[in-house]
């Protein structure tokens, strides 16, 4: 895996804008941006993005991964859209660090050792 860092900047060379994009064999990920408030006007995010997807078509990739948005961010999903993204639900997964995530992992992995071991037993019978 490779990451790459693209900054959007003024003639100046003041930085106003950037973006993380992760790359894999197949695929680039979009992982990060942001921008200066005071230069939203000049939407450093779009010539962010724009950046980004053109290195991941140069570097032969197939897809380009928008990640996902919270759904509370409307305008988040909104601006992945405009660039030809797709809206698509997907459940995840957060971990806690906690005990009580560790926990819950325990739980999840005898589920799992259960569901294999019945597996198992029903079909050797």
Same mark, same amino acid.
């Given at each position: 895996?490779? +990451?790459?860092?693209? =900054?959007?900047?003024?003639?100046?060379? !003041?930085?106003?804008?950037?973006?993380?994009?992760? &790359?894999? !064999? *197949?695929?680039?990920?979009?992982? &990060? #941006?942001?921008?200066?408030?005071? %230069?939203?006007?000049?939407? /450093?995010?779009? %010539?962010?993005?724009?950046? @980004?997807?053109?290195?991941?078509?140069?570097?032969? =990739?197939? $897809?380009?991964? %928008? $990640?996902?948005? /919270? =759904? #509370?961010?409307?305008?988040?999903?909104?601006?992945?859209?405009? %660039?030809?993204?797709?809206? $698509? !639900?997907?459940? &995840?997964?957060?971990?806690?660090?906690?005990? $009580? #995530?560790?926990?819950? +992992?325990? @739980?999840? =992995? @005898?589920?799992?050792?259960?569901?294999?071991?019945?597996? *198992?037993?029903?079909?050797?019978?």
């Amino acid at each position: 895996s490779v +990451i790459s860092v693209g =900054k959007v900047v003024t003639p100046n060379n !003041e930085i106003v804008g950037f973006i993380v994009v992760g &790359h894999d !064999e *197949r695929c680039s990920y979009y992982l &990060h #941006g942001g921008f200066a408030e005071r %230069f939203s006007t000049q939407r /450093p995010g779009y %010539f962010a993005m724009r950046w @980004a997807i053109e290195l991941s078509r140069n570097r032969g =990739k197939e $897809l380009f991964n %928008f $990640l996902v948005s /919270p =759904k #509370g961010q409307p305008t988040l999903r909104a601006y992945k859209e405009s %660039f030809g993204g797709q809206t $698509l !639900e997907r459940l &995840h997964w957060q971990q806690s660090l906690t005990s $009580l #995530g560790f926990a819950t +992992i325990l @739980a999840l =992995k @005898a589920v799992e050792r259960f569901r294999t071991i019945f597996r *198992r037993a029903t079909q050797d019978s």
